[in-house]
């Protein structure tokens, strides 16, 4: 039964250690019960900044209710894995796992989900990788200046510092998409020569988001600056995937969909900068069943969108134009679906058609039909600077109305 505090210091510390249930937040809900933002809103989360769904009612919620399920800031996993009392009692004896060193040890665990959160989904206005699209792109790194280059080993080491976060925090669907984000940033920043380290990263990334058990201290090692395997490291795979049934009690299985597209996405860009085509088609094709049920909203036909293009250059990369424009044909459409459906996303879809027709050029190009590449080429380009004015045009006049809303006297700093 322990020992009675027979002091009154140590009467004082028992009491504070008690936990005054009325307080306590409600219980979290049941992990079946949490579908993230595969269910649409009635409306949109802030007027202008939600997109109808294609073919339904209801609005995106632009991924929120997707990132609250993978960053877990009530700590929804813990909390059913303890019960109320024992979490919130070590939540207040900061018995929590955190990081205790280091520049984050004053902040809360929570704090550190947060700067987490930052580290996995920020983006910098002038990063070479923003925006949806996931398009594999290969690297010519020779004639990158050292800016370019600094940039992309920054944006490497925030991945990595992500990973170690991740781990320490016990939040095995960060570390997987940790993984991924190091698989892909690793590709931008040394092209091919990199592609068998991040082929490995985002083996890591599908194990654990996989129905198995994964090695903790094996994913550790891609938390290292320059990773370096012992060829006669023996695996222990201890810790059960996040679609394993263990897992599934504490958390739903829609947190392994979403980390396994993103893997299996980065595991297909790999290969292809391997060169090894059919293995990166291969891979790629393993996403369509994940997102087959998903809404159609511009965020994931974006990743539709992208697949399909990744898979028509493993065919173009090969000399195969048909069943390339077959893939292009489709992730057109998707563009062109919602540049029709009033309340679309009209931007996306015009960015879609022209990435699909981007593609269908250098597909041409690679076959040796150079005049309808590049007439096509000039067809994107004067598109493209169209779309530009004109959603520059549309941003002016939205930030025009917010100032004559607003009483701003001057427009620009409405639109800033």
């Given at each position: 039964?322990?020992?009675?505090?027979?002091?009154?210091?140590?009467?004082?510390?028992?009491?504070?250690?008690?936990?005054?249930?009325?307080?306590?937040?409600?219980?979290?809900?049941?992990?079946?019960?949490?579908?993230?933002?595969?269910?649409?809103?009635?409306?949109?989360?802030?007027?202008?900044?939600?997109?109808?769904?294609?073919?339904?009612?209801?609005?995106?919620?632009?991924?929120?209710?997707?990132?609250?399920?993978?960053?877990?800031?009530?700590?929804?996993?813990?909390?059913?894995?303890?019960?109320?009392?024992?979490?919130?009692?070590?939540?207040?004896?900061?018995?929590?796992?955190?990081?205790?060193?280091?520049?984050?040890?004053?902040?809360?665990r929570r704090e550190q989900k947060v700067s987490l959160a930052q580290l996995l989904f920020s983006e910098d206005d002038d990063c070479e990788d923003k925006g949806p699209s996931e398009v594999y792109v290969e690297q010519n790194l020779a004639g990158e200046d050292e800016a370019t280059m600094k940039h992309r080993a920054d944006r490497l080491a925030q991945a990595r510092a992500a990973l170690r976060l991740s781990l320490l925090l016990r939040e095995p669907a960060c570390a997987s998409l940790s993984l991924s984000e190091l698989c892909k940033r690793k590709l931008t920043q040394a092209g091919k020569e990199g592609a068998e380290e991040a082929l490995r990263c985002a083996d890591k990334a599908i194990e654990i988001a996989g129905e198995g058990f994964w090695d903790s201290d094996e994913v550790q090692l891609?938390?290292?600056?320059?990773?370096?395997?012992?060829?006669?490291?023996?695996?222990?795979?201890?810790?059960?995937?996040?679609?394993?049934?263990?897992?599934?009690?504490?958390?739903?299985?829609?947190?392994?969909?979403?980390?396994?597209?993103?893997?299996?996405?980065?595991?297909?860009?790999?290969?292809?900068?391997?060169?090894?085509?059919?293995?990166?088609?291969?891979?790629?094709?393993?996403?369509?069943?994940?997102?087959?049920?998903?809404?159609?909203?511009?965020?994931?036909?974006?990743?539709?969108?992208?697949?399909?293009?990744?898979?028509?250059?493993?065919?173009?990369?090969?000399?195969?134009?048909?069943?390339?424009?077959?893939?292009?044909?489709?992730?057109?459409?998707?563009?062109?679906?919602?540049?029709?459906?009033?309340?679309?996303?009209?931007?996306?879809g015009r960015a879609m058609i022209l990435c699909a027709k981007r593609a269908r050029s250098f597909a041409l190009k690679k076959v040796g039909r150079v005049d309808e590449a590049k007439t096509l080429m000039a067809e994107v380009i004067k598109q493209k600077i169209a779309d530009d004015a004109a959603s520059a045009k549309r941003k002016e006049e939205e930030a025009a109305k917010a100032a004559e809303a607003g009483g701003v006297e001057n427009p620009a700093e409405a639109a800033a």
């Open positions: 039964m322990g020992k009675k505090a027979k002091s009154t210091a140590g009467k004082k510390k028992a009491a504070d250690r008690k936990v005054d249930k009325s307080t306590l937040p409600p219980p979290p809900p049941r992990p079946e019960d949490e579908v993230g933002s595969a269910k649409p809103l009635d409306k949109p989360a802030l007027p202008g900044t939600g997109f109808k769904v294609l073919g339904e009612e209801g609005y995106d919620d632009g991924g929120v209710a997707d990132l609250s399920l993978l960053i877990d800031l009530e700590d929804s996993v813990q909390r059913r894995k303890r019960g109320e009392n024992e979490y919130f009692t070590a939540l207040k004896a900061d018995l929590l796992p955190r990081a205790t060193r280091g520049p984050m040890a004053k902040m809360t891609e938390a290292e600056d320059n990773p370096v395997l012992d060829p006669k490291y023996e695996k222990n795979a201890t810790s059960p995937g996040l679609a394993n049934p263990t897992t599934l009690k504490l958390l739903p299985i829609r947190v392994s969909q979403l980390c396994m597209r993103s893997a299996l996405l980065q595991r297909g860009n790999a290969l292809a900068a391997m060169g090894k085509e059919d293995a990166a088609r291969e891979t790629y094709e393993q996403v369509f069943p994940i997102l087959e049920d998903e809404p159609r909203c511009a965020r994931v036909d974006w990743e539709r969108h992208s697949v399909h293009v990744n898979i028509g250059n493993t065919y173009a990369r090969n000399g195969d134009f048909d069943k390339a424009d077959h893939h292009y044909k489709i992730a057109e459409q998707l563009g062109v679906d919602h540049t029709n459906e009033k309340g679309g996303s009209e931007d996306d």
